[in-house]
């Protein structure tokens, strides 16, 4: 419960009254004049491709970084 006290005599000044409309409805939006956009589904074709070898050769490429280290 919340009271508004005058500081200085200790007297209560008001009570606040429990939410209005106002403050209950604050975050109600009216209804939209445009529909909103759907979301749909789309179908799409799966492409199977096989595994490119890897543009360099590991052995090669674990020499340089153990070289690099040193």
Not at 27 to 33: F, V
């Amino acid at each position: 419960m919340v009271m508004i006290m005058d500081m200085t005599t200790g007297k209560v000044i008001a009570e606040p009254e429990e939410y209005g409309d106002e403050v209950l409805n604050a975050s109600w939006l009216p209804p939209q004049r445009e529909p909103a956009v759907q979301l749909q589904l789309v179908q799409v074709e799966h492409i199977e491709t096989t595994p490119k070898a890897p543009p360099i050769d590991a052995e090669h490429f674990l020499e340089a970084v153990y070289r690099f280290q040193e």
